[in-house]
């Protein structure tokens, strides 16, 4: 808006044009309050009834909370007001009247369930510390491209619609391509496996997946953003390096620039950068660790999964982000390598916060022979996946890489208690709209 001012900017001693939401109205008798509010912050409009045009001020006094005003007028010092100045207006215009019933109180006085607060997202944002989330996600994936760069990766785009999945399965969303059935893709694994074996050599992602899991917790969405990384002449302990700089990266970014944020979240004594190397634990040593705790009913044994109580049990007597490699070969996709002296044992890994699994990852499985072998142990028709596989005949060197769950990443570095509020509009087995 031509000759706007934002409310951070407003000094005393400027004529200004503020332009925001109705925040809150407060009428004392002889004069009255307005808060406006912007994208900045708060300020406060002054009406003094005796002095001012009627009409102003019964605009003023009269318009809903949430509306959106365009106020005109001079600035002056008021160390009572919220933020120490506020506006004496001259001109004040109601651009878009609010309905007074709101489905939600922005002021945030109110509480409102998640469901109530995802259906009306746009009211929901104008809380501040919905908004913050928003902002430190931003802030987090800029600094995961400024890190992916300074490992000299290129980003990509791989195609979400695709002939046939990833890993097979039916976690697939099926749609209609020109009379054609396709699929909405669960990850970019093969693509970006497939640039890898290019001259681009180091590649990575930050791009959508679906999965057509039928969940109901606070931690899975049917759609996320997923972090993936691919690089050639890698190992699982190049891709472990990188993964490990990656998720430091984040931390570090938010606690230098996002102090205000951080501060609206109520997080600004107690936000922790993670300190020295994570701990790489072998499948083996975990599942000791977590039969040792005593939390679990049955013990685990080798082959087993590891089920959420595990993963907490293990998260909690390590107390920080781990490794877990050497998983076995059977519970690990086909384009994952095997250890060279142990073909039981993959090379495999997974990183996880204390609360959850955030990225799975490992070497690939470069050689064509090896690689049909594993589709066809897994149940998969190699010819479904020729565009890949012949690929591998043209001389594919050895990579690794990993995907990292984006929501997952700031839901654990805000310790956020349901992965939807990291998204602005999340999918998931009840909701498809908005």
């Known amino acids: 808006m031509q000759d706007r001012t934002y409310t951070e900017d407003a000094e005393p001693g400027d004529d200004v044009t503020v332009a ?5 109205v407060r009428d004392l008798g002889g004069i009255a309050f307005l808060i406006l509010r912007d994208a900045t912050g708060k300020i406060q409009v002054k009406f003094e009834k005796d002095e001012m045009d009627d009409d102003l001020v019964e605009t003023g006094l009269d318009v809903a909370r949430e509306s959106v005003i365009r106020v005109s007028g001079s600035v002056e010092e008021e160390p009572r007001a919220p933020t120490g100045v506020e506006v004496t207006p001259e001109e004040l215009e109601v651009v878009s009247e609010a309905d007074p019933e709101l489905p939600l109180d922005p002021s945030g006085k109110v509480d409102a369930e998640l469901s ?5 997202r746009t009211l929901d944002l104008r809380k501040g510390e919905v908004q913050a989330i928003f902002e430190i996600r931003a802030e987090i994936l800029r600094a995961v491209r400024k890190e992916f760069r300074a490992f000299r990766a290129t980003e990509i785009t791989t195609p979400k619609i695709v002939a046939t999945g990833t890993e097979g399965g039916t976690e697939l969303f099926p749609i209609t391509y020109f009379g054609e059935e396709a699929f909405m893709n669960q990850s970019p694994q093969l693509f970006k496996q497939l640039i890898a074996g290019s001259n681009v050599e180091r590649v990575f992602e930050i791009g959508p997946i679906f999965r057509a899991e039928e969940h109901n917790t606070p931690r899975h969405l049917n759609e996320a953003t997923s972090i993936d990384f691919e690089g050639a002449f890698c190992d699982a302990h190049d891709a472990m ?25 109520g997080l600004e004594d107690e936000f922790e950068v993670p300190e020295g190397d994570f701990p790489r634990i072998s499948y083996e040593e975990a599942i000791e660790r977590i039969n040792a705790t005593g939390e679990l009913d049955e013990q685990l044994v080798w082959g087993d999964d590891l089920p959420t109580e595990a993963e907490k049990a293990l998260g909690d007597d390590v107390g920080g982000h781990y490794f877990i490699t050497d998983w076995p070969s059977e519970i690990k996709p086909f384009y994952i390598k095997d250890h060279d002296d142990d073909e039981q044992l993959s090379t495999g890994f997974d990183l996880m916060h204390p609360r959850m699994e955030l990225v799975s990852g490992g070497q690939r499985e470069h050689r064509n022979e090896h690689l049909i072998e594993g589709f066809e142990q897994q149940g998969l028709d190699p010819e479904q996946f020729e565009y890949y596989t012949k690929m591998f005949k043209y001389g594919m060197p050895p990579h690794a890489g990993f995907g990292l769950g984006g929501e997952r990443l700031i839901m654990t570095i805000l310790g956020l208690d349901n992965i939807r509020e990291a998204v602005l509009f999340p999918r998931d087995r009840q909701r498809l709209s908005p």
Do not use: F, P, Q
């Open 20 to 24: 925001g939401w109705v925040h809150e």
């Open 116 to 120: 109530t607060r995802l259906d009306n």
């Open 241 to 265: 390096d990188v993964a490990e700089g990656i998720v430091k990266a984040a931390y570090e970014a938010v606690n230098e620039n996002c102090s205000e944020e951080l501060e609206a979240l």
